[in-house]
């Protein structure tokens, strides 16, 4: 018996190792219709991107280990790519949607992603990677949750409420593609909104009557579990809700240590859970503020997404003044105190049963560091360009692991300095050379003026160090080597550090990003180029049967 057993399971081995394994998890299939919408979220009518039919895309809603079959229709008149950040695709770059790892979908064609939700949980979201697409929606929330037989570190909550908060302009994608083709900064944006609406009439001075807003509505003396993603463009966003505690507790995967605050900052790209109790007596609804962070409040004041928490046995309206934001006049060091504060709750079961701290990070030697240093946007041959150690991205025609299967030589290279260079900024297709198993070290370093928000796909990495000031090798002395979080986006304050450490345990490769959209457009980005020397066909799986061709390869496409 058990030998049966046993070849039937080295039968299955062989049949599934090289691609997809559906074994025994459940498959979840879903389509997106990618299209425009005419909508006002601020009061004017203008094109967005929905997602079947809703803005903000529809929700998918899987659990841990689950198949994800996603079929996405492009009935827009761009190419269009859709990426899923956080969630790792392991030894699957071919469905992480970037134009490094995909071809694009042309318009009016469907193409079906195929990808195993491995080993995590968590609050993610997904969004059109391509020519700025984002600016004007196709995002969703992607929640993963937990197994039944793992258990979460806190009472089940009694409902999620999923929120998408950011930076809005009226002016479409396209146009604002045409700002930063021309040179210009995207100036001010026009508003911020709070899943999809713009903000309720909070002071009739600053809003303006009509605004469609966004009302939750909650029930007393319950918990619920509330995801909130920054999908804007650039601004950081100060989250809070009138008179509630935000009680902290995942972020893009990882349990954190509970803590309780009353706003929280949220950077463009990233993902936060915390638990909301309807403890409130509810003699008014209550605000949902999401609220534009170092800025000059003046001339800002119009970019403020409020909602509003209806109690289902509230006393009327609310009024007055918003909850106020923090106040780092006096102490800059405010906001990065707050993302210091986050720690991964070591104790308690990630998406498997084992301890999330059971990875011993802090005593793995590194095998290489690298030192990724941005500055303002330059121009290099006469247009305006942001590069990375002097090498701003020139996007590429053919994703890099095709392009290498198909031996189309030339198409890239991969020797992306590992220091800053003096040379003057280059336009190029340069990917680091990271080796496979390797533990490594990457300090961000900004020199940049604004923040600048930082994401790797096909991995989570511990974000082990965070400071203002040029970061130097003393600086590993103030490093957390116990309880650090691990996430996939971190933000860089300017003129400061923040170093991470990977364990290249994911073989493929993988986007390394400015996560502000601006930045990315404009170059400020490149990839790991994670393969097993010994490939074998086990650690990374072979080209899917639908893949598409594009550029030198396009002949090939049916
Ligand atoms: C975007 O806005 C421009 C005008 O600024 C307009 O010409 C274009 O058609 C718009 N694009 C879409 C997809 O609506
Ligand atoms: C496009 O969608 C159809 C179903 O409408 C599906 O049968 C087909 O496989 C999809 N094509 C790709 C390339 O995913
Ligand atoms: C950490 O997780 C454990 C195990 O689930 C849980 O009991 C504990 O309350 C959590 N601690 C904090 C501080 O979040
Ligand atoms: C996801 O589905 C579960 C039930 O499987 C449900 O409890 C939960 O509210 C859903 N989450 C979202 C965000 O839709
Ligand atoms: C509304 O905002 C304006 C501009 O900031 C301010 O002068 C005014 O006092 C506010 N009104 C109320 C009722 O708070
Ligand atoms: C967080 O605040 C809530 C009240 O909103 C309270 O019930 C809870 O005990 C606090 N939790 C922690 C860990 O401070
Ligand atoms: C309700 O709570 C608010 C704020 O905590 C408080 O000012 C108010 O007096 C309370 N109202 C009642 C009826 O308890
Ligand atoms: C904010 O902007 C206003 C209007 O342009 C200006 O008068 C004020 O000095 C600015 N405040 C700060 C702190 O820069
Ligand atoms: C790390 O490096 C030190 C010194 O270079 C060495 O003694 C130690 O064995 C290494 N640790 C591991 C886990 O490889
Ligand atoms: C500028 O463009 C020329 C011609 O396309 C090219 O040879 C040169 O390398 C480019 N310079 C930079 C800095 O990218
Ligand atoms: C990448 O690094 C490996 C060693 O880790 C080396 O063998 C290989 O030649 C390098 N490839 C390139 C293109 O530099
Ligand atoms: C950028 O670097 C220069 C030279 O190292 C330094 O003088 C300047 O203060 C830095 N600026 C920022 C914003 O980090």
């Not at 923040?498 to 986007?511: K, Q, R, Y």
Request: glycine share 8%.
């Amino acid at each position: 018996m058990n030998m049966i057993l046993s070849w039937f399971s080295f039968f299955i081995h062989i049949v599934f190792l090289s691609n997809l394994c559906f074994c025994d998890d459940p498959t979840i299939s879903t389509s997106l219709h990618v299209s425009y919408q005419t909508l006002s979220p601020l009061g004017v009518p203008e094109r967005v991107i929905a997602v079947n039919g809703n803005f903000p895309g529809t929700v998918i809603n899987v659990t841990t280990n689950n198949n994800v079959v996603v079929n996405v229709f492009n009935d827009l008149d761009e190419d269009l790519l859709i990426t899923w950040p956080g969630v790792q695709m392991r030894r699957n770059a071919w469905e992480d949607g970037v134009l490094g790892t995909n071809c694009p979908i042309p318009p009016k064609w469907n193409w079906t992603y195929q990808f195993q939700a491995k080993d995590q949980i968590g609050s993610f979201f997904y969004f059109p990677s391509l020519n700025f697409q984002r600016a004007s929606g196709g995002f969703g929330a992607f929640v993963i949750n937990n197994r039944d037989i793992v258990p979460i570190p806190f009472a089940q909550p009694y409902q999620d409420i999923v929120l998408m908060i950011g930076d809005w302009y009226s002016r479409n994608h396209t146009a604002l593609r045409k700002t930063l083709d021309g040179g210009k900064h995207l100036g001010i944006p026009d508003g911020v909104l709070i899943n999809g609406k713009g903000p309720y009439q909070y002071n009739a001075t600053l809003v303006p009557a009509g605004i469609q807003y966004t009302q939750i509505d909650v029930e007393p003396g319950k918990t619920y579990r509330v995801r909130v993603h920054n999908v804007g463009i650039s601004t950081t966003l100060n989250f809070r809700i009138q008179n509630h505690n935000l009680l902290l507790v995942e972020t893009e995967g990882r349990y954190t240590v509970q803590t309780n605050f009353t706003n929280f900052d949220i950077h463009a790209g990233q993902s936060y859970t915390f638990l909301v109790s309807t403890d409130q007596n509810a003699s008014t609804d209550y605000y949902i503020v999401a609220s534009a962070r170092y800025v000059n409040a003046t001339v800002w004041q119009k970019v403020t997404g409020v909602a509003v928490l209806h109690y289902k046995n509230s006393k009327g309206p609310v009024s007055g003044p918003l909850p106020s934001p923090p106040d780092d006049t006096f102490y800059k060091g405010l906001s990065m105190d707050q993302a210091r504060s986050i720690r991964q709750n070591t104790s308690a079961s990630g998406a498997r049963p084992n301890p999330q701290g059971s990875y011993r990070y802090g005593q793995i030697n590194i095998t290489h560091t690298y030192v990724l240093k941005v500055m303002p946007p330059v121009t290099i041959n006469g247009s305006i360009r942001a590069a990375i150690n002097g090498i701003s991205f020139r996007k590429p025609n053919i994703p890099f692991r095709l392009a290498d299967q198909h031996k189309v030589k030339g198409t890239y290279k991969v020797d992306f300095p590992s220091k800053p260079t003096n040379r003057t900024p280059v336009i190029d297709s340069s990917v680091i050379n990271a080796t496979y198993k390797g533990f490594i070290e990457i300090v961000l370093q900004n020199n940049d003026t604004t923040i600048q928000n930082f994401h790797l796909d096909g991995y989570s990495f511990y974000i082990v160090g965070m400071d203002y000031g040029d970061w130097s090798e003393n600086s590993r002395g103030s490093y957390n080597k116990w309880d650090a979080i691990s996430r996939s986006t971190t933000q860089v304050y300017p003129g400061g550090w923040t170093a991470i450490l990977v364990s290249l345990d994911n073989a493929g490769v993988w986007n390394l990003r400015s996560e502000n959209l601006d930045r990315w457009y404009l170059g400020q980005e490149t990839y790991l180029k994670v393969v097993n020397p010994e490939e074998n066909g086990e650690t990374e799986m072979k080209a899917p049967d639908n893949v598409l061709y594009c550029g030198p390869l396009h002949y090939l496409q049916k």
